[in-house]
């Protein structure tokens, strides 16, 4: 429940195992946001428990629920608040207390993989918005969390931007929870769907059983991935002369 009493989600009870790749889709309002927000704390359920592990997630274990879920926001602004991208990466390895040059070694390797570190001292307002996304990522991928929950990580970048994202979460083999409204990005990384309808669990099981349900889909202002529709080209056979 939201402060001003908007009830966001309800009935909501899901089981995440280790090293699944699950898939949070849903029309805009559905609750997708406001789900991952709860499993790393910044938002906590008025009724119900959150649990990471072996932590219930309490004031007390926080700090180590953070440090084991790494939380791409919606918004990159929300996450970017330092003068240059370099000393964003760096946050959070640097307050986990780790030595200079392991800080140093991360953030290179971070913004190795995220193509940005001709980037690395520019401030995060003069970015373009694929290049702040990327940066976002980035200050995940340098805590090396063990879980990765991801809101939106394509939008706004190009298509081979869009690759390489895809192509970093393949690698990543541990768990990831990923929202988002590109469900061909789901076809190729997630195995598992939770499909939510305003603000509750509509399906959850397996991707390719999901986006086969049309009515399913239709139910929850879904459309099949690109790849799953027939070429409209193709399909319209022979153009007439
Ligand atoms: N801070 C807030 N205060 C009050 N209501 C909110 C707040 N944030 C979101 N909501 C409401 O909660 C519901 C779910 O929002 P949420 O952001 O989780 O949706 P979403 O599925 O992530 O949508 P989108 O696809 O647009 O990102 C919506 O009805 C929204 O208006
Ligand atoms: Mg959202």
Redesign the pocket.
Known sequence: M?P?G?E?LSDISIRITHGESVAVV?A???????LLLHLNGFLKPSSGSVRIGDYPLTKETLQEVRRTVGMIF?DPDDQLFMSTIQEDVAFGPFNLGLPRDEVDQRVADALERMGINHLRDKPPFRLSAGEKRRAAIATVLSMTPDIMVLDEPTTGLDPLGRRQIITILREFTHTKII?T?DLDLVLDLCARTIV?HQGRIWADGQTCDIFRDEALLHECHLEKPLSMQGCPVCSAGTPED
Request: zero cysteines.
């Open positions: 939201y001003d908007t966001a849903g805009n309002g559905a609750g997708k946001s406001t919606q929202a409204h939510l």
